[in-house]
């Protein structure tokens, strides 16, 4: 089974019970919790552990109540060094803010208005990422459970296993790794098509070289090679198992079989046809990108921690239109 290990940063004396439920509810979840309140960060080989605990993480979740913390020598808590590091480098990042701040006791609040007016801004700073906010220890311990989960789902990393669960690990990693830059293309598609125009997108009879991977019939050794496909054909021809939705994995397996498929009367040769995982990615992005497909929003259980794609209305609508066999015409007269 694979867990996740979260990292959560908060000053601590005054957040002592909050944290209890946030760490309570990571361990519900099966993930790992990370934190450094029993090691409090006051030098350099320190940091540098911090630094490192951060880098291994793969979630990051800050906690702000009411007080900004201790100070370095540049006049930064440690907290909010922890929050930018993780940001720096790239940890998804959930913030976890009072929704109530004034309703904080006086004694878990700072009295130097130095710090005070430093615990704003770094309030300000965290909104610019995904912020939740809490009314008590136990409602935030619910709100991470839930904000958590959400993140998990969107943006998948790779986790922890027992060594002696591992099978193929070098293509689950591959995977995620994979999945982590879908998403990055996804948001560059997504910036770059707001004021794009589609036509400019290679579509329809246009054609793709499809990368594969093969090995010839008798030999163990694998080659690299490409053949070209319409985008309408290979749209009609794969598309079919998103009607009703399929997991990410089935979809690629299907790209395969067409490949085969295709190949099997023009390089008879050719054997354990697998297109490659790049090549791939194009083309998951690049139907996205035309609107034709969309991830399932569907909830499902919390274990199966796999991405599903569907057909959108447009996608449905096209698919329909290349697959349908028209009315035979009658010959004329």
């Known amino acids: 089974m694979k867990r996740y290990s979260v990292f959560v940063s908060s000053t601590y004396e005054d957040l002592a019970d909050e944290r209890k439920e946030v760490i309570q509810a990571l361990l519900e979840l099966d993930c790992i919790p990370i934190g450094m309140e029993m090691f409090p960060a006051t030098d350099d080989e320190q940091w540098k552990l911090i630094k490192e605990l951060i880098e291994d993480c793969d979630y990051y979740i800050l906690i ?8 370095n020598n540049d006049g930064i808590s440690y907290t909010q060094m922890e929050y930018e590091y993780a940001m720096k480098i790239g940890v998804p990042i959930i913030s976890f803010l009072p929704k109530y701040p004034d309703k904080i ?3 878990k609040t700072d009295k130097d208005p130095i710090k005070a007016s430093k615990l704003e801004e770094f309030k300000k700073l965290a909104s610019e990422k995904m912020v939740k906010f809490w009314t008590s220890p136990e409602d935030l311990g619910s709100v991470v459970s839930r904000s958590l989960v959400k993140l998990i789902k969107d943006k998948p990393r790779i986790g922890w296993v ?12 591959e995977i995620l790794e994979l999945k982590q830059k879908i998403q990055e293309l996804e948001e560059e598609l997504k910036n770059k098509l707001e004021n794009d125009d589609l036509t400019e997108l290679a579509q329809g009879e246009d054609l793709y070289k499809v990368e594969y991977a093969y090995k010839e019939k008798g030999r163990g050794n694998w080659i690299i090679d490409k053949v070209d496909v319409k985008w309408n054909v290979l749209f009609s021809k794969t598309c ?6 399929a997991k990410e994995e089935d979809y690629k397996s299907r790209i395969d079989s067409y490949i085969n498929y295709i190949l099997k009367l023009k390089k008879p040769n050719h054997d354990e046809v697998k297109v490659i995982a790049d090549s791939f990615m194009s083309i998951l992005i690049q139907f996205k990108a035309l609107g034709l497909i969309e991830k399932s929003i569907r909830k499902r259980l919390l274990k199966d921690g796999s991405t599903y794609w569907k057909l959108t209305n447009k996608g449905d609508h096209e698919i329909t239109k290349l697959r349908a066999i028209p009315k035979a015409k009658k010959d004329a007269k």
Request: proline share 0%; no cysteine; glycine share 14%.
């Open 64 to 71: 702000i109540g009411g007080r900004y913390g201790s100070l």
């Open 105 to 107: 006791i006086a004694g």
């Open 162 to 173: 027992k060594a002696d669960k591992i099978s193929t690990s070098e293509a689950n990693i």
């Open 240 to 245: 079919t198992i998103l009607i009703d939705e």
